[in-house]
């Protein structure tokens, strides 16, 4: 690993810090080097906040330093106003000379344009160090803007003979199919992305909540599928700790959506176009069955987290069918996790 890389790494390092609250901006990492020596370092703050890159030259003590010193960032510093000024600009303004990047922002308002104001000005610009590590970084806010979708995450429990639920049961709850640590690590995935989806049936059945409760941090915004307005008012989900979309045939309130239900093969792509319009850059899906296979036979998905309990149910409703490239398997305790990629 060069020079460069050994950087831009610990900016990807630091920039994992910002994850579930920079949205809709990107989770961008910062160092600052100066002599071979890091002497300021910043991720992007809560939206609304400061930049990465604007946070590292605050913390630099003695900003001399900056005229001789390269600031390396995961991605293109941006060239337009937003809730900030344009961090290229603030670059400039210190006289930075070396500036290394890893990846080039597709956002229309900057593609490009940071760069050659950098250039223009003087600087050194060394741009796509570690370029593939830095774009699957910044996958959610990459997906959003070239896909004009969520990046979509999709997530279910199947017991060890490939269900994911009873046929029928007792009470309105979750049955468990995996053990308490997994269910903890749910909760944490639910704090970094920005939304959660279920299907009617899976709110009838279970009644959940589609909070963070296991976990701290925010609660993601929970949309669920309601098309012929089936769902009491007094299940949790509509309960105050989150805001909630509710997707119908038609718009009955203000925290509705509505879409053609009869368009039986693009329900997917209609949901996913609700989710946009309402800036939502990541999802997860949680089912049930059908919602899920519904995403899966469409084609739109990124990532599936399938874990696999040792319960066994005999008969139930059928686990969906995924085939996407298997990235990773781990076991929580009793709990085999796998994660896959959409190829």
Known sequence: MNTHETYITRCLEIAK???GSTRPNPMVGSVIVCNNKIIGEG????YGGNHAEVNAMNSVNDKTLLKQA????????????????????LIIK???????????????????????????????????????KCRAHHKRFFTFHNKKRPYIILKWAETSDGFI?????????????TNTYSRQLVHKWRAEEQAILVGTQTALADNPSLTTRDFTGKNPIRIVLDKTERLPDNLTI???AAQTIRITEKNINKNSENIDWESKTDIAKQISIILYNNNINSVIIEGGAQT???FIDENLWDEARVFTGQTTFKTGVKAPHISGQLVHEEYILTDLLKIYKND
């Open 17 to 19: 810090n910002g994850l």
């Open 43 to 46: 991720y992007t703050s809560t």
């Open 70 to 89: 390269t600031i390396y960032v995961t991605l293109e510093p941006c060239a337009h106003y937003g809730k900030t000024p344009p961090c290229s600009d």
């Open 94 to 132: 210190h006289q930075i000379p070396n500036v290394v990047i890893g990846c080039v922002d597709d956002f229309e308002k900057v593609a490009g344009l940071g760069i050659k104001r950098l250039k223009a000005a003087g600087c050194n610009v060394v741009v796509g160090i570690l370029e593939k």
């Open 165 to 177: 639920a009873p046929i029928s049961k007792d009470e309105q709850k979750p049955v468990w199919i």
């Open 238 to 240: 509509f309960n105050d």
């Open 292 to 294: 899920l296979q519904t």
